[in-house]
């Protein structure tokens, strides 16, 4: 099983950035997926999550109405659209396949991607 992270890097405060993540190896189609971040000497947080049948997302609070998390279950990928991004988005970000239909606590994700660098400058 692999995820496969992608669309980060440099941007100006403000901007956006789309991220992406496929997952290959099995479907994911009833598990629940996230973004994750970690920011230099932080712990890693959740960012977003979405659930197996892409009803039901999560957002934190340091996020909501920011960034947009959507999963299409046809492509195996999921997505995080990140809009108004601010100097304290910055981060190595990682999408994660959960063992349920929904998860927020990381140790429900058991499927890591490599990560993908943002950085947003002020």
């Known amino acids: 099983v692999q995820l496969q992270a992608s669309g980060g890097g440099l941007v100006q405060a403000g901007g956006s950035l789309r991220l992406s993540c496929a997952a290959s190896?099995?479907?994911?189609?009833?598990?629940?997926m996230g973004w994750f971040r970690q920011a230099p000497g932080e712990e890693r947080e959740i960012v977003a999550a979405i659930s197996g049948s892409g009803g039901t997302t999560y957002h934190a609070g340091s996020v909501k109405g920011r960034f947009t998390i959507s999963k299409d279950n046809a492509k195996n990928t999921v997505y995080l659209q990140m809009n108004s991004l601010r100097p304290e988005d910055t981060a190595v970000y990682y999408c994660a396949a959960a063992r349920g239909a929904y998860g927020l606590d990381r140790g429900e994700y058991e499927y890591w991607g490599q990560g993908t660098q943002v950085t947003v400058s002020s």
């Open positions: 190896g099995r479907t994911f189609s009833n598990s629940a």
